[in-house]
């Protein structure tokens, strides 16, 4: 009987222990981390910087397509690249969908940077990390702040550009709408007067501001309106571009916050963000602290970065960031 026992409590203890040593070998949690490719790819970031700096030098504007760029990545099935993705057989790209279509842009600059960092550590790092760090860099590079990115994103296999017609927001969207949307996201309504805040640079097409110049609404300084309809004609001209901020179009400040309050937001769902809602306080703190905004910006961009990212063994490493390998 004793010994019974004891051979019952020795298959206890053993199965205890490979229970035990079963657990302890699962891996953790992938998790991103701003050391993610210290030991896999340390030059990586520098890489990568020196290759966004060269694309903006050559032209300023890129700063915000980079910016928007990874902002409309991030709002359809998260920060995985799928907006890179060209069209095929199996794939229906995001860069047609109507919000993209003839419209976002510096798909070339985020191919070049993965080419370079290819060329040092291939297959090592994703082009979803490649484009959440060219916000980041793209932002230093015209004045505005810098914030710890955090690292190990991986690569969709698949876009959708259903999604992409349903979850960027309109620019001609009312208040409640625009925090809706943000709000599915996972961003505060701070958040999103922050990131909306990215107005400060850029530039935008005439179909999307004509209706508003030539509106005569009491939401619009009629002067800046005047101004405007000199590149946007009632008809024609869909495609003419408008510095988002006319003073400092290409510096990134808090010029866009002082524009609201002029009535010269130039799209609709710029200016209705001061419209007796709840987004008038942020604004006009931000209009008077130009340090408040950078921060929030900041915040708010690390957390849309981290949005739904895939991680660990979920996703690929793309090769080229256009198509799947």
Not at 55 to 72: P, V, W
Not at 191 to 218: E, K, P, W
Request: hydrophobic residues 40%; aromatic residues 6%.
């Amino acid at each position: 009987m004793d010994s019974i026992k004891i051979a019952s409590n020795s298959l206890l203890i053993t199965l205890t222990i490979s229970l035990f040593l079963l657990l302890s070998s699962n891996p953790c949690k992938a998790q991103l981390s701003p050391t993610f490719y210290t030991s896999t790819c340390p030059n990586a970031t520098n890489v990568i910087r020196t290759s966004i700096r060269r694309a903006i030098s050559a032209e300023r504007r890129m700063a915000a397509s980079l910016i928007r760029l990874h902002f409309h990545d991030c709002f359809v099935q998260g920060c995985d690249a799928s907006i890179l993705l060209d069209e095929t057989p199996s794939i229906q790209s995001e860069k047609t969908a109507v919000p993209n279509n003839n419209s976002v842009r510096g798909f070339g600059v985020i191919e070049a940077a993965k080419r370079e960092v290819e060329r040092i550590c291939p297959g090592v790092v994703s082009c979803a990390d490649i484009l959440t760090l060219a916000a980041r860099d793209a932002s230093v590079m015209v004045g505005g702040p810098s914030w710890e990115v955090k690292l190990g994103r991986r690569d969709s296999t698949t876009a959708s550009r259903a999604l992409a017609n349903s979850d960027l927001p309109s620019p001609f969207a009312d208040l409640n709408t625009l925090i809706a949307f943000f709000d599915n996201k996972g961003l505060s309504v701070r958040d999103m007067v922050a990131l909306s805040g990215s107005h400060t640079i850029g530039q935008a097409q005439c179909f999307l501001f004509r209706a508003r110049i030539y509106s005569n609404g009491s939401d619009i300084n009629p002067g800046f309106a005047r101004t405007r309809q000199r590149q946007c004609p009632q008809t024609g001209g869909d495609s003419n571009l408008a510095p988002l901020d006319l003073v400092t179009p290409n510096s990134f400040d808090n010029n866009y916050f002082r524009n609201l309050l002029q009535r010269k937001g130039l799209l609709q769902s710029d200016q209705i963000l001061l419209s007796g809602g709840s987004t008038d306080s942020i604004v006009n703190e931000y209009r008077r602290s130009p340090a408040k905004f950078k921060s929030d910006f900041a915040d708010a961009m690390i957390k849309m970065g981290e949005i739904q990212p895939l991680l660990g063994t979920n996703g690929i490493i793309r090769r080229v960031c256009n198509a799947i390998n």
